[in-house]
């Protein structure tokens, strides 16, 4: 489709800014809206090289405002909706946000759609974690959902809602459902950067339960050129899972990056496991691969070169574990557009 301007919701999170860094590179001449309610997850020096373009406005807003979001649809032909709280451990211990970011913000932003024809393309991010575990084999778009966290179970009301609005309104929903992500700009409370930059400190790294959870690992960019994909050729109304290959049990990443940095396997403690803690989730993505897609990055390379980015990248991830970000961000507001 004919791209001239486009809304990133949570743009200055991990993949979002990712994605736009992607987006700009493929696209060099379209205006890119970034809303984001920065969020303690959310980073702005993910795009500070982003300053000095005209054509990347960043707003500040939620998106469960609809105002803004009046403001924002009439300029742009399609969507790409990122914006959720993300961590599965917070939604544990408080469901709430989720729920609200997850269900009534994208309900919402649903909702306001249908009165904004110029919106050719409503790319909705959800996740494969919607789909629950399974002991073996894979979720295909039509397996049924089975979500056990309440991060997945919201997910899943916003997938579906993405599709409801599709079925019954009519509006060009399309869903991307992909697996665990890594790579840069990943924040530190997530398993890899955490496991990396404790072991940069030689500090614990707290490996849940006996470290037997499988996650097939997707290289960010590799997502990044999925999503891209979808934005051009995608069906709408269509789901499409976006898996790696890169089937890895929890305890051999942290062995991997232990050795990668040269630290002791002593680094590595056990902990409690997670409540409700999903074994191993696996999608069959041969959907997107007949569109053209398939992952590029290995584990083991992706690896070392998400280790090496945080090597280099300490004054990044040493101001998010001191909180520096969310201190900043209650105090601070910018938005270019009123
Ligand atoms: N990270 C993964 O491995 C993974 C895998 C599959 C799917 N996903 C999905 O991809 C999306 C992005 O994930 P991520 O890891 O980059 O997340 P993240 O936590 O790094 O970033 C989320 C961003 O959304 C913003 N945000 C949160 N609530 C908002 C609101 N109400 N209004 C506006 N902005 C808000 C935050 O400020 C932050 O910048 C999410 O929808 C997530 O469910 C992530």
Redesign the pocket.
């Known amino acids: 489709m004919n791209i001239n301007s486009i809304l990133i ?2 743009g ?5 800014s990712n994605f736009i860094r992607f987006l700009r590179k493929k696209l060099p001449d379209i205006k890119i809206y970034n ?5 303690y ?2 980073n702005i020096e993910n795009l500070k090289d982003f300053e000095e373009d005209k054509n990347y406005i960043f707003v500040r807003g ?3 405002d609809k105002s803004i979001l009046e403001i924002l649809y009439p300029k742009v032909d399609a969507i790409v909706h ?5 961590h599965v451990d917070r939604s544990i211990i408080a469901p709430g946000e989720f729920i609200m ?1 997850e269900v009534y ?1 994208t309900f919402n932003m649903l909702e306001t759609m249908k009165n904004f024809k110029n919106i050719k393309l409503f790319l909705h ?1 959800s ?2 974690e919607i789909y629950g575990s399974i002991e073996k084999g894979s979720f295909k778009e039509n397996s049924p959902l089975n979500p056990s966290s309440p991060y997945s179970a919201s ?1 899943t009301g916003a997938d579906r809602l993405a599709y409801s609005y599709f079925k019954t309104f009519g509006l060009p929903v399309i869903i991307a459902r ?4 890594y790579g840069p700009y990943q ?1 530190v409370e997530k398993f890899i950067p955490l496991f990396i930059t404790n072991a940069l400190d030689n500090k614990e790294l707290p490996l849940y339960g006996k470290g037997e959870n499988v996650r097939d690992w997707l290289y960010v960019i590799d997502n990044c050129e999925a999503l891209f994909l979808l934005l051009e050729k995608g069906k709408i109304g269509e789901a499409y899972n976006i898996g790696a290959k890169n089937e890895v049990k929890n305890i051999e990443i942290a062995k991997k990056i232990v050795n990668i940095l040269g630290k002791d396997e002593s680094l590595i403690k056990f902990v409690e496991d997670r409540k409700g803690h999903d074994l191993r989730y696996s999608v069959d993505w041969t959907k997107i691969k007949k569109l053209g897609w398939q992952p590029k990055k290995s584990f083991d390379e992706g690896l070392k070169e998400t280790v090496e980015w945080y090597k280099n990248h300490r004054h990044w991830w040493e101001k998010v574990k001191r909180g520096e970000f969310s201190n900043f961000y209650k105090k601070y507001y910018k938005s270019e557009i009123q």
């Open positions: 919701t949570g200055y999170g991990f993949i979002g809303l984001d309610k920065l969020t997850a959310a939620d998106i469960k990122f914006a959720a709280e993300t970011t913000g991010i996740t494969d997910k992909p697996s665990n992500n924040h």
